[in-house]
């Protein structure tokens, strides 16, 4: 059986390394040499959008996924006109567009913060007044970590947020005072079985993930459960999902979703009985989903720019390293490191180091 995957960086580089006990074999595109799965898979180099090369994977692929949500319409629709395509297309054509995602939210009586679709500065000086300060003006299309975003603390901010955003269509929210941020993860099968991952708790700055911590019998966990069922179950959806939520005072609000194994779920590698990456191939292959129960403690540290060296974070006892074959790059995801473990003091203990040793190499 073999998998075709569109992008070969990490996320696709630990799928495939999920895979390869259940005896399945890769086929990536992705248009960089260097991408971080090529040396585990069949590597098929191209733009994303090459007719040629999309023929390709969906002749060689027998199912095909993805592990990032800005696919093309057009590209999706030729994949899954040629071979068996999930996450669906529907989930990729909402979750690209924060506008169509958040009615989508609405629709679901999901809560969200306040927004408004903007067009132009005009657009943004009518929907101020409901909105309030602070906001901020998302583009509706292609952000990711925080990019195409611009705070706005008063009416002086609006003019230089709106240009900033170079004509693009885009949204704006009202600014969420959350006491933290989580996600939740989980599969579906097309049968309809699902399981979800216990919340992750989930440290961000610059908009870029820091730190992701496994929570353990959250008093939120069934909110977002039955959150990510709705959507689940309106996408008729296959494969892994991650909903990021904002926790304010006990009351969890939708920011958005990934169609796609999410950094936030990295600590299931070694902190659960089953990690996203398999349970994401066994929900697109249409067998059993794993046991999602945390091992411990768990949570993973994101390296950010730069690299430690690989002794520094292998000298803490129950820390696990994963390098992603990524040149560092300034603000770029190169590694992770995990740790699980069942004492509580080891975990605070050691996620302490292991977060000051990210700090260290952090040029973002
Ligand atoms: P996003 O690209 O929408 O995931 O945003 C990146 C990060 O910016 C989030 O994880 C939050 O930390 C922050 N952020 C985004 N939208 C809001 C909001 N409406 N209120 C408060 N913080 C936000």
Redesign the pocket.
């Known amino acids: 059986m073999k998998i075709g995957i569109l992008g070969g960086g990490q996320l696709a580089r630990m799928i495939a390394l999920a895979g390869y006990p259940l005896g399945l074999k890769f086929i990536v595109l992705d248009p960089d040499i260097n991408a971080g799965a090529a040396g585990l898979s069949e590597h098929l180099r191209g733009a994303y959008d090459d007719p040629a090369l999309l023929a390709e994977l969906a002749e060689k692929a027998d199912i095909v996924t993805y592990e990032f949500e800005n696919v093309p319409a057009h590209v999706a629709e030729f994949l899954a006109s040629h071979t068996t395509v999930y996450p669906p297309a529907n989930a990729l054509a909402v979750a690209q567009d924060r506008l169509l995602e958040k009615n989508f939210f609405k629709d679901l009586a999901i809560g969200t913060?306040p927004f408004a679709a903007v067009d132009s500065l005009a657009d943004l000086q009518r929907a101020m007044p409901e909105i309030g300060y602070p906001a901020?003006l998302?583009s509706r299309r292609m952000?990711?970590?925080?990019k195409g975003?611009m705070v706005i603390r008063s009416a002086d901010d609006l003019e230089s947020a709106w240009e900033a955003m170079q004509g693009a269509s885009s949204i704006v929210?009202?600014?969420?005072p959350?006491q933290r941020?989580v996600s939740i993860i989980a599969a579906r099968r097309p049968s309809g079985d699902i399981v979800f991952y216990p919340l992750s708790e989930n440290q961000?700055s610059g908009?870029i993930l820091r730190l992701a911590t496994a929570c353990h019998n959250d008093a939120e966990q069934a909110m977002a459960e039955d959150y990510a069922r709705r959507l689940l179950e309106k996408l008729d959806y296959v494969g892994v999902i991650a909903l990021?939520l904002?926790d304010v005072d006990g009351r969890l609000l939708a920011?958005?979703f990934a169609p796609r194994v999410h950094n936030s779920g990295h600590w299931s590698i070694e902190g659960s009985e089953t990690s996203q990456f398999e349970n994401h191939l066994r929900a697109i292959l249409d067998l059993p989903l794993g046991s999602t129960q945390t091992r411990g403690y768990a949570a993973m540290v994101n390296f950010i720019g730069g690299l430690p060296e690989t002794k520094e974070v292998l000298d803490l006892n129950h820390a696990h390293l994963h390098l992603y074959d990524k040149t560092p790059r300034k603000g770029r995801k190169v590694a992770h490191a995990s740790l699980r473990t069942d004492d509580a003091d080891t975990f605070r203990q050691t996620l302490l180091q292991l977060t000051s040793l990210a700090e260290r190499v952090d040029d973002s």
Do not use: C, L, R, T
């Open positions: 913060a901020i998302k952000g990711y970590d925080g975003q929210e009202g600014f969420v959350f941020e961000h908009g990021e904002f920011n958005e």
